[in-house]
């Protein structure tokens, strides 16, 4: 059972409930969170509901949750989670009061100090990038990135069957030397780990491969870009912006003559297939990974096929049994490298 | 004449001189600066040649041209400029040695310690977007990215007669307080500008419109967009990845289906205009702002028409008087805010 904040994001609580019936249809066991007065005659047959009688405001602080409001739904998730009555936890609420419950409630992975948040990336040559942090952790110190670095090696292994996850540095270049202060401390610290592994294998695992720019990475150069995160957030949001100017350029150009709008009348069907692939909703949210569970946070626009996503998103994750995973790969490399 | 190193670039000097025949043709006045022994039978009748024996290889310190090869073509055009023989300098050689040389051989604007590379990419909207440090100051205390705001609203004004541009702070987030450590302090001080020019007008003269997130700067929140070289050239090289994957995607899913091609074919128009609108070759290149000159480094990959561009870029600076326009806004703003 995946626990759903029913009443979290723009468009809670209708888009949230469409979106847990479209991920039950396909299969995905849901429970909504919230308050089930208000639920009351929108949940369809078949969903059931945990009540949870309080909401968090996205104007409110993020300690909310723990502090003022111990009923919220954006809480109750992780506790069905931590009490083994449910999965994963998934909201498109408040995502620093996500954030501060799932670390509360669940708490870190042992060796894990600041838990980032992840996500998927398509690449250019049909593979997947994950990339981290995307914003959890603001200032990073260059321990810190190398922890994102373990992290996201142990997901690409447990969720995406990479053999051996090929882990880059986000950088302003390739060689050695390149980065800001943190960037080049880390490439020192992940360099002498890659080092061990090569001499000892088994020691780290990690097969570190420098730094790597972000059209490399997207081209296919690495499995996980690791990176602080205001640049992750930088990165994942100029990707957003990217493709929506790349649209509308294309849309214009193509509404410029007769021709071409006849043309685009007999692409739709490829035009549809491309929005399918590249709108972010497809990916579903981002993971706060190294808390003990899964946790996704939804966008907070989210609409029912985006809400479906980042069910299907956390129940991914369980069935490849993330967590233990992470347990055992993790805890052994962040025991000092 | 704009100066330009006939040995920069991957491809040069052949891609140089095509480029700079294109941009001759355009109405462009061109001088090559290279090795006239070695460009002899390759340059076509009509344009002219400084000769300026040595060439700085990528592999080579930054410094090489200040230090080791004073006749080296990457520092000559530099010298025309500072000598009045030329108007500009464009370069698509090794990016380090480029800015040593502009920096030391035309020197920087009164009140700029550390000038920035700037960029122009296509906005949502229509409009432009004013993008800096690219990736020349990689490191940067608040103090640093406020004096790139002042130069961003400068060549706004100069170059895209934006008659009040938005000056924006790239973050995670809108609201105060979001951003890495060197933000949050910027946004104080910047805030403290804008402020000033409310009570006062004329005092700061900048229009500080907050922390900007990409995908709104990219939609036209902002003219102007103010990050430090580390995040600025991650973010440049994400939308340039970002428009190679969606285009791979595209060409993809409308090669699936036998009508699609048919309309693929009929496309191509629309296709080509696409590509010319998003391919940064067609922005030309950065620009070092803030010395005394116009200085343009193009990209290493640069192809004729990319050479081209870079040469109408650094024309168009030129002819808007950037240099005289910088120093007689940016002296009295930069002399304490």
């Keep these: 059972m995946i626990a759903l904040d029913a009443f979290g994001g723009d468009r809670a609580p209708e888009a949230i409930i469409a979106g847990a019936v479209i991920a039950h249809r396909q299969g995905v066991p849901v429970v909504l969170v919230g308050n089930a007065e208000k639920l009351r005659g929108k949940v369809p047959?078949?969903?059931?509901?945990?009540?949870?009688?309080?909401?968090?405001?996205?104007?409110?602080?993020?300690?909310?949750?723990?502090?003022?409001?111990?009923?919220?739904?954006?809480?109750?998730?992780?506790?069905?989670?931590?009490?083994?009555?449910?999965?994963?936890?998934?909201?498109c609420g408040h995502s620093g009061a996500a954030m501060a419950c799932a670390l509360h409630v669940l708490g870190p992975v042992s060796g894990v100090t600041r838990p980032p948040l992840a996500t998927v990336v398509p690449r250019k040559d049909g593979g997947q990038l994950v990339?981290?942090?995307?914003?959890?952790?603001?200032?990073?110190?260059?321990?810190?990135?190398?922890?994102?670095?373990?992290?996201g090696d142990a997901y690409a292994?447990?969720?995406l069957r990479v053999e051996r996850p090929r882990v880059g540095l986000l950088a302003n270049g390739e060689e050695r030397g390149k980065g800001n202060e943190q960037v080049k401390q880390a490439w020192d610290l992940l360099d002498a780990m890659a080092l061990a592994e090569r001499a000892h294998p088994g020691t780290s695992g990690l097969h570190f491969v420098g730094n790597v720019e972000p059209l490399e990475a997207m081209r296919g150069e690495c499995d996980v870009l690791v990176c602080d995160g205001f640049v992750g957030n930088v990165m994942l949001k100029t990707v957003e912006g990217t493709v929506e100017v790349v649209a509308r350029i294309l849309k214009e150009e193509i509404l410029r003559r007769g021709s071409d709008r006849f043309a685009a009348w007999l692409l739709s069907g490829a035009w549809r297939r491309f929005r399918q692939r590249t709108t972010y909703d497809n990916v579903g949210g981002a993971l706060l990974l190294g808390v003990n569970g899964v946790a996704v946070v939804g966008h907070g626009r989210a609409d029912a096929r985006a809400v479906a996503s980042a069910l299907r998103f956390a129940h991914g994750c369980v069935l490849a049994g993330l967590v233990p995973q992470l347990k055992a790969q993790v805890g052994s490399r962040l025991v000092k490298p």
Excluded: W, Y
């Design 157 to 159: 292994r447990a969720v």
């Design 131 to 151: 990339l981290l942090d995307l914003g959890a952790n603001v200032d990073c110190k260059a321990e810190l990135l190398v922890q994102f670095a373990v992290l």
């Design 45 to 91: 047959h078949g969903l059931t509901v945990v009540h949870s009688p309080d909401t968090v405001e996205m104007d409110e602080p993020a300690s909310t949750p723990l502090r003022k409001k111990p009923e919220s739904s954006i809480r109750r998730i992780f506790e069905l989670v931590r009490d083994g009555q449910a999965t994963a936890a998934v909201t």
